[in-house]
């Protein structure tokens, strides 16, 4: 197997390396996660000894917010207010952006910008559920350059110093490819780099990410295009960098339940070999970690009225059972495990689920590439009447395409 010459990436002032992204996933990637994730990047790069970084505002790895709508964010929502945040410490600070009016996406960044709230923006070009595609957004607006292109110019003149990246997928179909045209526009109107998630929006999450439209586009452009679709384990990163040429790697269902994939990229790309996943003692005390973060967290919220009468640990809890199905997926008795999981409401009762497990027993390598998070099969994508009629258009396609809440 050839060696991998893995360059850092630089995000306007910031140095990326290595040049790994998590994901923005709604209901996901909040602080306590992405604390997670970056603490074994950072732990796993101190670790080996990485390369000394070149610029003091150095960071090994980006993690991404959950995504925030556009609009909400202009009108002062108070729940997209609290997906913009970030921890005390966290940093670069990450956020990704959803809209479809240049008017209310330049606005939306002068207040993030404004406000000192972020230090990286992306945008979201490739979200394949129906209710946003069905009102002209996520993937269907690369269908229409001349929109896109006011879109990211917004973005970018309101973001300033602020570096701009977006994301987008391969097309709508295989007959309706847009990520050529979505590379060049975020190329002419300036972003830093481009991040291509293999799939049409007709495959959804489907197996089968198309690796060579990543290299396609790596050839195409000048800016840095980072490859996402179908990494599950560390080498998958590597060989997706080394087939395609892609300057760097986003992350999504392959992390979930996995925090520690970070740890293994880092030592990988590192030249070093990938530690071995942990036992189930060492899953059982990061499962402790996150859920007790997310408690705390969550604390630090107003609790809204749809709460009700539940307790801020409860609310927390309930959040943190997806993660908990994640975590367990494939060790011995996990379908019994994740039912009982899924009722617990205390971290003691989490507690008491733990140590009724065998903590000795390894990690099951066939669960490493089981699937986790969103699925779904093939579909027709869903968009509004007319809309492939004039491509030239360039006017917002729905009047209520940025009513959505924030988070997906």
């Excluded at 209310?104 to 129906?130: Q, S, T, W, Y």
């Excluded at 999981?341 to 989490?350: D, I, Y």
Aim: hydrophobic fraction near 40%.
């Amino acid at each position: 197997m050839n060696p991998i010459s893995i360059k850092p990436v630089w995000l306007g002032d910031i140095e990326l390396w290595p040049p790994v992204v998590l994901a923005p996933m709604a209901g996901v990637t909040d602080y306590p996660f992405r604390a997670l994730c970056h603490r074994f990047a950072t732990e796993a790069f101190t670790r080996v000894g990485g390369p000394q970084p070149r610029a003091p505002k150095h960071t090994p790895g980006l993690f991404v917010s959950e995504m925030i709508t556009a609009r909400p964010l202009v009108e002062g929502d108070r729940k997209t207010l609290e997906l913009a945040s970030f921890g005390p410490d966290e940093w670069p600070r990450s956020l990704q952006l959803y809209g479809v009016d240049p008017w209310h996406v330049g606005e939306a960044v002068k207040r993030l910008v404004g406000e000192g709230r972020i230090d990286h923006l992306d945008m979201n070009f490739g979200c394949p559920v129906p209710k946003i595609t069905r009102r002209g957004g996520g993937s269907a607006i690369p269908v229409k350059p001349r929109l896109l292109a006011k879109i990211v110019r917004a973005a970018v003149t309101s973001a300033g110093a602020v570096p701009v990246t977006i994301k987008f997928r391969t097309g709508i179909d295989a007959s309706l490819l847009t990520y050529r045209d979505a590379g060049r526009i975020g190329q002419e109107e300036g972003c830093a780099a481009v991040g291509l998630h293999a799939r049409t929006a007709e495959q959804f999450y489907e197996d089968g990410a198309d690796w060579d439209a990543i290299a396609d586009l790596v050839a195409r452009v000048n800016i840095p295009v980072f490859g996402n679709g179908d990494i599950w384990e560390a080498h998958d990163a590597t060989r997706m960098m080394r087939e395609t040429g892609c300057a760097g790697v986003i992350i999504g269902r392959g992390c979930l339940g996995r925090p520690w994939l970070f740890a293994e990229l880092v030592e990988l790309m590192c030249g070093e070999p990938a530690s071995a996943p942990p036992p189930f003692a060492v899953v059982a005390t990061i499962m402790r970690e996150h859920a007790q973060a997310m408690v705390a967290w969550y604390g630090r919220e107003s609790l809204s009225p749809s709460r009700g009468l539940l307790s801020v640990e409860q609310v927390a809890m309930r959040a943190f059972r997806k993660h908990a199905s994640w975590y367990t997926k494939g060790f011995r008795g996990s379908a019994a495990l994740r039912e009982r999981l899924m009722h617990v409401e205390t971290l003691a009762e989490l507690d008491a689920l733990l140590r009724s497990c065998d903590g000795d027993e390894p990690f099951p390598e066939h669960a490493l590439r089981a699937v986790r998070g969103k699925r779904g099969r093939q579909r027709k994508v869903a968009l509004p009447a007319g809309y492939l009629d004039d491509l030239d258009d360039d006017r917002v396609p729905h009047a209520d395409a940025e009513q959505l809440s924030s988070g997906g």
